[in-house]
């Protein structure tokens, strides 16, 4: 479970770095988003496995995997909420779970899609519901590129 600890860090400071790098926070979204949908795409299968192997590890390695799971939250949340000023911390924070679960749900789904188009519409639907009403990007946005 070390190996997975190293990759939920390395993707924690991939978004950390992408937060603080990209001014524009509708921006620095769809960057997080592409990030997370490229690594859940590609470790798809590896994902159902860690998860499952989660549940058995020792309390103090759980809490470590949890906790890094938590600052990955914590870099979206803070990315919403300077986009979406209208937004509470718990509603950013609601928002970005369903969003999370939504993404690895959909992707962990074989639609006959080939993986860059399955990214492009889930990215595509996940900057329109954190975006908000009226606010969400158009098929032709810039920011799905």
Same mark, same amino acid.
């Given at each position: 479970m070390i190996a997975f600890e190293r990759i939920l860090q390395r993707q924690l400071e991939d978004i950390g770095r992408i937060a603080r790098e990209v001014d524009d926070p509708a921006e620095a979204l769809a960057a997080i988003l592409r990030h997370h949908l490229a690594f859940t795409l590609e470790a798809g299968d590896d994902l159902a496995a860690w998860k499952q192997e989660f549940r058995n590890l020792?309390?103090?390695d759980a809490w470590r995997l949890?906790? /890094?799971q938590r600052l990955y939250?914590?870099?979206w949340v803070n990315v919403v909420v300077r986009m979406r000023t209208d937004l509470s911390d718990g509603e950013a924070r609601a928002a970005v779970y369903? /969003?999370?679960a939504f993404l690895q749900s959909a992707a962990a789904r074989r639609s006959g899609l080939p993986p860059d188009e399955v990214a492009e519409v889930l990215c595509g639907m996940a900057l329109a519901a954190l975006c908000g009403p009226n606010r969400g990007p158009s098929a032709s946005d810039p920011l799905l590129t």
């Open positions: 020792p309390g103090e949890r906790r /890094i939250v914590e870099e369903a /969003i999370m």
